[in-house]
């Protein structure tokens, strides 16, 4: 079965310093989501792409963190520079279609982010 | 915005009963519901995905049921065993996914 690919699996670095976390969707799925998520907690919406372009990063804080999907495939998702309250799992998750196609949300399995 | 519940946080039972995890959203106005399995330190997999227009989907022995109308999705496990031990998310969607924080299932052998 076709899988979301992620890498790192983990990433330790220290605050001030930047990070890049990788992501490779279904082949074909137009649209990608970068989730965050706190222990105990579910995924926050980061932000989406469709094909290339940015739909929703309402909840991106962009200050310090930057998304690209340049050609509408795989995606980076950028910190810099990190702080302490970073720490979480960085989740990307893709999809044939929007929520209204019923196409399933598949996930892959993550960066697990601690900032020392 | 979504709000999502799910009741309860936590659940530990014997192997082999039957259970029912919950969840409800705010806002009925969604094209689907799917619900998730995470084991520790993974990502989310897909377990249903059920439309705005069924009630039901099984999917062997799961069972999800959609009561769109008051904001309710439960999911049945039949006869749980312990490698069902994980943690149980919903996500009713809207324009995106809105997620609940879970229910930590602990089946016992």
């Known amino acids: 079965e076709a899988e979301v690919a992620q890498s790192p699996r983990y990433k330790i670095t220290e605050k001030s310093q930047a990070v890049a976390f990788w992501c490779d969707p279904i082949?074909?799925?137009?649209?990608l989501y970068w989730y965050r998520q706190i222990l105990g907690q579910g995924p926050e919406l980061l932000v989406q792409?469709?094909?290339?372009?940015?739909?929703?990063d309402s909840q991106l804080p962009k200050d310090r963190f930057s998304a690209e999907r340049l050609k509408g495939v795989d995606s980076t998702l950028k910190i810099q520079p990190a702080e302490l309250g970073d720490s979480a799992m960085y989740l990307c998750?893709?999809?044939?279609?929007?929520?209204?196609?019923?196409?399933?949300?598949?996930f892959g399995n993550g960066t697990r982010l601690t900032v020392t | 915005k979504q709000e999502v519940t799910q009741i309860p946080a936590a659940l530990s039972v014997p192997e082999g009963e039957n259970l029912v995890l919950n969840c409800s959203f705010t806002?009925?106005?969604?094209?689907?519901l799917q619900w998730f399995r995470q084991d520790p330190g993974k990502g989310l997999t897909s377990l249903l995905l059920i439309q705005s227009s069924q009630r039901e989907q099984t999917s062997g022995r799961l069972n999800a049921s959609l009561d769109k109308s008051s904001g309710r999705s439960t999911l049945y496990i039949a006869a749980s065993q312990p490698g069902d031990s994980a943690t149980y998310l919903c996500?009713?969607?809207?324009?995106?996914?809105?997620f609940g924080s879970g229910t930590k299932l602990n089946v016992k052998p």
């Open positions: 792409f469709q094909d290339e372009s940015v739909v929703d």
């Open positions: 806002d009925s106005a969604i094209y689907n």
């Open positions: 996500a009713p969607a809207i324009n995106k996914f809105y």
């Open positions: 082949s074909g799925h137009a649209t």
């Open positions: 998750a893709s999809t044939s279609g929007l929520p209204g196609d019923n196409s399933p949300l598949h």
